[in-house]
């Protein structure tokens, strides 16, 4: 029985270049990331990418202009927590990305993603992303830097997906 905490992530894209955020407090520590957290009580997880990239980042998105193109889910060895991650980007948002206390923004182009400071499965499912593939991916870890075993496929439609999960 896992214990399911929901999160989201969310880039900022345009056709050569992706936001990242180096995290400076806290879980991922010292990783590239896109933006996102806890989904909190009695909110939407809609309302929670816009108020984390917000917080994050300063950019203000429209719920309209967030796309959900992934589902990633991360279990640890002896742990009973599931992080239920949902993956959004946009294309259209405003303001400009600013540092805060918690990330410090810089966009990367495609073939210069920093993947050796990022979450080592970053590298598995950015592909998808980056090649507008929706996805779902689940990794069980040990510890927080190896990949015990995990498992990726394609989607077709993200709605799809959410009706026939369980
Ligand atoms: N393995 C992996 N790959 C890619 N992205 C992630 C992971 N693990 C993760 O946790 N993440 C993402 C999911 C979230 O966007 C963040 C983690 O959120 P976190 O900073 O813990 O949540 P907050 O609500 O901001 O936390 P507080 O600092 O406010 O307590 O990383």
Redesign the pocket.
Known sequence: MFLKKV???VFLRNETQILLGLKKR???VNKW??F???VEQNETIIDAAIR?LKEECCVVVNKCDLKNIGH?E?TFEGDSLL?D?RVFSASNYQGVPVETEEMAPKWYGYDEVPFDNM?P??RIWFPYMVKNKLFFGK?HYKGFDTILNYELQELKSMETFYKNKK
């Open positions: 999160y989201t992530l806290g879980f991922g990331n896109g996102g957290g806890k984390e990633l991360f992080m991650v979450w499965d970053d990794f």
